[in-house]
Structure formats: C-alpha cells, structure tokens
C-alpha cells in the first residue's frame, strides 16, 4: 500500500491530466483529428480517479494510458492546430514584438532628447517599465500554462491588452510614488529615478501589488475599500 504522500501525488497529477484534457477538448483537439476520440481518454482518466484510494498501481497504469492517449492525439493534430493552441506561438511572438517595439521607441526618444521626456506629465520610461514588466509577466504566464497544456484559446484577450495594462500600472505606480515622495521631501524633483524605474517595473510584472496599493490608497483618502481582481 503506497503511502499518503504518493497517492496525494497521484491525485494531484490525475486532477491536473483532467484539467489538462478538458481544455485540451475546449480548443478543439478532438474535432481537428480523429484518431484519438475524447471518451478514450476520459474513460481510463475516470477508473484511475475512482480506483485511485483502492488499488493505486491500477490508477497509476490509467494515468499513464491517459497521458498516452492524449499524446497521441495531440501527434494526431495538424501542426498549425499544436502551433496555436498548444504552444501559443503567435502569443509568444506579440509579446516578443511589443518588447522589440518598446525598446526601440525609447531608445529613439533617448536619442532625441539628452533629458527626460514625459508623457502625461510622468517621465516616458514609466509606462515603457510598465509596460515590458507585463511583458515579463505574460511570457512567464504563457510558460507556465503551456508547459501543463492548460492554454486556453479565450485568453487571446488577455494577452493583447496585458502590455496596455502594463504602462497604465507604471504610470500609476510612478504617481504614488512622487504623491509619497513630495508629502515626505516637499519637494517635487526626484533624486535619483532608479528606485521609481523599479516600481514601474513591478508594477507591470504584479498587477495584484498595484490593485492592493490603490485599494490602501483609497481607503486612507476615505473611499470605500474594495477588494479588485485581475
């Protein structure tokens, strides 16, 4: 009889297969081939959960012959099908090129001017800082899901505006920032801006620190505190 922590892993590496199946079938594996039909690989998914408490060496055979099935149908599907929906490549090639853009833009401002350059009255690199940490977030996000095969196709949406959302976050961060900087200081020049590049940075990368800072923020100005999801 194996032991606890072996059959807690069994069933959490089962429960991840299932999920993993299930958006698998959502971006339409099993209508792009038909090799593999979905009942194949649900049905022994199905016995290794229910078995899994009662005899774990037949739960371990049914994982494996459900990761099997599923290999094979992914092998089954037309490359452009795995190209998008399995390794989001187009999604990786965005971000990739909103990073190049980026780089390039402040890059070619810095050439113009030997100072600052501010947009909407905060410097440029903020929302540029922002904007590349929601980058870093997003490919480490693409990653992270493609790897387990949990990328879901309606997240298109997500990713398209993650770098927008981004720059807005920096721009923010940067403003709290200066808001703190002046009631401590009294004095709105800023020395030293390696310590405000960081914020915007992490403000891109996390945007749940920036929804908690604005929610302190507001609720010290006397609004109503709420609690703001991604």
């Not at 959490?12 to 958006?23: F, H």
């Not at 290999?71 to 599907?77: L, Q, S, V, Y």
């Not at 410097?123 to 480490?140: K, Q």
């Amino acid at each position: 009889m194996p032991s606890d922590e072996y059959g807690s892993a069994l069933r959490n590496q089962v429960e991840g297969l299932a999920t993993s199946l299930i958006i698998l079938s959502q971006n339409g594996l099993f209508f792009v081939q038909s090799k593999v039909k979905y009942d194949e690989c649900a049905q022994p998914l199905g016995e290794a959960r229910l078995k899994l408490s009662q005899d774990f060496n037949y739960s371990v055979g049914k994982f494996m012959e459900t990761s099997g099935k599923i290999d094979e149908a992914i092998n089954a599907a037309p490359l452009r099908w795995r190209a998008r929906h399995l390794y989001g490549i187009h999604i990786m090639l965005y971000l990739i090129a909103c990073f190049l853009f980026l780089v390039y833009i402040y890059t070619w401002s810095a050439s113009l001017s030997p100072s600052t350059i501010y947009v909407l009255w905060v410097p440029m690199w903020s929302p540029v800082l922002g904007a590349l940490g929601s980058i870093g977030r997003s490919l480490w996000f693409l990653w992270y899901n493609v790897n387990r095969r949990r990328l879901r196709k309606d997240w298109l949406a997500w990713f398209l505006q993650a770098p927008v959302l981004g720059a807005i976050y920096g721009i923010i961060a940067y403003l709290a920032f200066l808001a703190g900087y002046i009631a401590t200081t009294q004095s709105a020049e800023v020395k030293g801006e390696a310590f405000p590049m960081l914020l915007s940075v992490l403000a891109g990368f996390s945007w749940q620190w920036v929804n908690r800072t604005i929610n302190r923020i507001t609720k010290a100005l006397g609004g109503p505190s709420e609690q703001i999801r991604p």
